[in-house]
């Protein structure tokens, strides 16, 4: 198991910012999302740091769906960060929160009329277009409204990168993007170009997620770019920005080998200049768009052990008051996670264990088969980086309130999101 920079053992509790995990379960009660702040601002500054270049501009745009609140805004803001959405709800949060609406890139497979509108009413800095028929209805509102906007195309190079894996099958079956190879492209270009309220700046690209690969983002840049030239002869059009996607991998578990950012950086930026060069061309400006790995492992969540049951089978349950309600990734793709006991943190581990929710369904399961140090009912157990498409992705399956989120930051511990109380649980309901 590892212990990230911002987390230490003292007298046998773990503390996570600085501040006890016992404290804190204590004073916000359990289960509970904490997001180490220092953390965050560390790692945008170390993308921004390394994802630099001497022949075109580059930006960072925070994926927000990996986890999107005010407070998380304001981190985003104040590190002079771009951020995407990908749906009316996003942005509606984005615009509340009082976020440049300049520095936000409209993303989504099937963005709905009203969606559009509201990019185009909230001023967006660009609209990402992902088929045909969006491009027509993003026409009707520039007119419609008279507004300029600016657009890229998400294009789908025919790779599709997974995790741990890089597999080269069903590339050109994804829901996401058209083909670079298909006659449509060439037609939503030609509907832009004939519309002078569009501004057309290039295309964006986005292969998969946890990528461990090197080697798939170089096919994708080289795809990219290569299309993109034969785009530009076509037309006799410039290509003046792209956008390749986040997918980076992280941490959870010893089975994840993480490429440094400062290397995985280094080498996006190297692979664009060199490609460029070959086929001599140029672009104004480089984007990239991680989620996860800005935010999973600033976050983890604290529980309470409710009971610990052996089975008649011989496994051995530590039930947790949470679950796949606050946390779906191990149910949805067999995501794992490392954890600990919180105030036995420096104790050898004993027990093989598996950890599950208070959800009904088998399948509720967070961790299987780990090895953790002795317990008891009452006692605090911590998930590691469970920052990404934890909270984002949380139901209220079972009417199980949605967990608070607390921010820490230089030692301090601040709400971020309030728990859901029983009566939010039931303010949408009508008397019938
Ligand atoms: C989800 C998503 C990302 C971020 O992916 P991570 O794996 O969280 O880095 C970036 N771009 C697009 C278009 C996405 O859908």
Redesign the pocket.
């Known amino acids: 198991m590892k212990l990230f920079k911002n987390m230490n053992i003292e007298n046998n509790i773990l503390n996570i910012g600085g501040l006890k995990v016992t404290d804190l379960a204590k004073k916000y009660t359990t289960p509970l999302y904490v997001m180490d702040i220092n953390f965050i601002e560390e790692r945008i500054k170390e993308f921004k740091d390394n994802f630099k270049s001497k022949h075109f501009k580059t930006e960072i745009i925070y994926?927000s769906?990996?986890f999107l609140c005010k407070g998380m805004c304001k981190i985003i803001k104040n590190m002079d960060t771009h951020m995407?959405a990908?749906s009316g709800g996003e942005l509606y949060l984005i615009k509340h929160s009082n976020f440049d609406m300049q520095k936000v890139h409209m993303?989504g497979n099937n963005k709905t009329y009203d969606e559009l509108l509201m990019c185009f009413e909230y001023n967006i800095g660009c609209i990402i277009i992902d088929n045909y028929d969006e491009a027509r209805k993003i026409v009707d509102i520039a007119k419609l409204k008279n507004k300029k906007m600016k657009v890229m195309i998400r294009v789908n190079v025919g790779i599709d990168a997974h995790t741990h894996e890089y597999i080269k099958t069903s590339k050109h079956n994804s829901k996401f993007g058209v083909s670079v190879y298909s006659k449509q492209l060439n037609e939503i270009i030609h509907l832009i170009l004939k519309c002078n309220l569009l501004e057309f700046l290039g295309f964006q690209c986005?292969i998969g997620?946890?990528i461990f690969e090197k080697e798939a983002f170089l096919e994708e840049i080289k795809i990219l770019i290569i299309e993109s030239k034969k785009i530009e002869n076509i037309f006799g059009i410039k290509i003046r920005e792209l956008d390749i996607?986040?997918?980076?991998g992280v941490y959870y578990t010893s089975e994840d080998k993480p490429i440094p950012i400062k290397i995985f950086m280094e080498f996006l930026i190297s692979t664009t200049e060199k490609i460029l060069a070959e086929e001599q061309m140029s672009i104004e400006k480089l984007y990239i768009?991680?989620?996860?790995?800005i935010i999973a492992n600033a976050g983890c969540t604290i529980y309470s052990i409710g009971g610990i049951k052996e089975t008649y089978g011989g496994t051995k349950y530590i039930f947790v008051d949470g679950g796949m309600s606050d946390n779906i990734r191990p149910c949805l793709y067999q995501a794992k996670y490392e954890a600990i006991v919180a105030n036995r943190a420096s104790e050898d581990r004993v027990q093989k264990v598996t950890v599950a929710g208070k959800c009904c369904e088998s399948g509720d399961v967070l961790i299987k088969d780990y090895l953790l140090q002795k317990c008891e009912v009452g006692d605090f157990l911590v998930i590691f980086s469970t920052g990404?498409y934890g909270y984002s992705m949380a139901s209220n399956y079972n009417k199980i309130p949605r967990p608070a989120v607390i921010f820490i930051k230089d030692g301090k511990d601040f709400l971020a999101i309030k728990r859901e109380s029983y009566d939010d649980l039931i303010k949408l309901d009508i008397n019938y």
């Open positions: 994926a769906k990996a995407d990908v993303h986005h997620s946890q996607g986040g997918g980076f768009e991680p989620g996860r790995s990404a």
